[in-house]
């Protein structure tokens, strides 16, 4: 099989309308074409800073906006992370993903230690991953060169449909977010959420512009919504787990060499239908006791499913070199013109 960037609305939908277990074949017969069917990858995620987000994602807990239960936190000392990631590599996880409630990076001293944090882990033959909100090329640089392996940034539903569901940020800034990581050689990581009132076409639509970027993402997570009270779509119908399944395996044909991955909502599937997920394709997980601020399976119980169904996990950066840590990392362009104009202030008072 060829892999594509030129697929169009009908040629998807009459995948989407196939009856479910042809298109589980389909999808399973390419899946073994290219991946070792017995392995997943295992990621384990932590909230570095919990809520008081600017943004008005409607699906999410963390919008200061929103009468939820999350309650807006600090940001996590590097230390700390760094002592969780060695649980989840003791759990099994091949990639620890660090997650920030932030609209967008900043230059300041929380973006540094988020850089020491990326930089400790990465030392521990752990692949990191961050999901920071927007950044910019320099921001990208830095985490890359901090030893960063792959961001974070979903684009969460159609471009038709996004601005029903979110409207601080457009469409195109988390494009221009996936054009920074790609320059600064950072692996992508981005998919979206079904369950939040979209239509057929909206799925549709938002695969193929994932599946028809130049370079497909390396990873494309597939989240179904978890309503949660206080937000607007906390009345939500659950997401059929057959939809979810159908999902994956159509990710899996249009992107034949990403890693699809079952994220948020995991939780409510049961073991048949995860089992259902994985001979569709899809071949890597979030595991671990939270995955942002829902529940997620614990490592136990993820051992036992794999045990059950002849699955294994997969070790670190087999897809991809381990990132080199350089120095550079630690240099602020946008701090040091800060430094500069200060330093020129002070002398010019000086000399008066």
Known sequence: MNIRHDWNYEEISELYDLPLLDLV????????EFHDSTQVQISSLVSIKTGGCSEDCSYCPQAARYSTDVEAEKLMQPEDVIAQAKVAKDGGASRMCLG?????????????????????????????????????????????????YAYNHNIDTSKEKYEEVITTRTFEDRLDTHKSVRKAGVSLCSGGIIGLGEE?????????????????????????????????????????????????????????????????GRLELSDEAQAMCFMAGANSIFAGDTLLT??????????ILFKNLGLKSKDPFEDGEKPETNERYKENSAKAKMQAKVKAWKEEMAAK
């Open 25 to 32: 074949y389909k999808a399973a017969t390419v899946h073994r």
């Open 294 to 303: 829902t529940d997620n399976p614990e490592f136990k119980s993820d051992r």
């Open 200 to 264: 057929k076409k909206d799925r549709i639509n938002m695969l193929i512009t994932l599946a028809n970027y130049a370079k497909h993402p390396e990873s494309v997570p597939i989240n179904t919504l978890v309503p949660v009270a206080g937000t607007p779509l906390e009345n939500n119908a659950k997401v059929p787990s057959w939809d979810l399944i159908k999902m994956v395996g159509i990710a899996r044909i249009m992107m034949p060499e990403s890693a699809v991955r079952l994220s948020a």
């Open 100 to 148: 920030a409630a932030w609209r967008e990076v900043r230059d300041n001293r929380d973006f540094d230690n988020v850089l020491e944090m990326v930089r400790g882990i990465n030392d521990m033959d752990m692949e990191v991953c961050c999901t920071l909100g927007m950044l910019n090329d320099e921001q990208a640089q830095r985490l890359k060169d901090a030893g960063l």
